[in-house]
């Protein structure tokens, strides 16, 4: 994937907007923290994850595509490089993360978001 093409998938999620955080590009879901990436630092998408050990398991699988920092040590979070990252990964795991961060209002306007089967 490209930039432009994880920009573009993160907001075709409903109601996300773009904003900035650490002064790298950000998003937010009707002004909650959605996501962010880090182009400027390791060109990865901050991903959110269920647990510490799903993140041992993508890393252990997958070494080129994900990683973290020691400011993500203790958080479920996980970075996935750009280039690398499988998209159809990527749109599940943002949907799984738009659905806890959007408020339950912006939730149940839409049923269906990218990455989720529809209803």
């Not at 060109?43 to 070494?63: C, G, K, N, Y």
Request: no cysteine; aromatic share 10%.
């Amino acid at each position: 994937m490209t930039r432009d093409d994880v920009e573009a998938l993160i907001l075709s999620f409903p109601a996300v907007e773009r904003s900035s955080s650490y002064g790298e590009p950000s998003f937010k879901v009707a002004g909650k923290f959605f996501t962010w990436m880090r182009p400027h630092l390791d060109d990865s998408v901050v991903v959110h994850l269920d647990s510490l050990d799903e993140r041992e398991l993508l890393i252990e699988m997958d070494p080129a595509t994900f990683h973290f920092t020691d400011h993500y040590r203790d958080y479920p979070i996980i970075l996935a490089r750009v280039a690398a990252v499988d998209p159809a990964w990527l749109t599940v795991m943002l949907a799984r993360r738009w659905r806890r961060a959007a408020p339950p209002k912006v939730s149940r306007l839409h049923p269906n978001i990218p990455g989720e089967s529809p209803a």
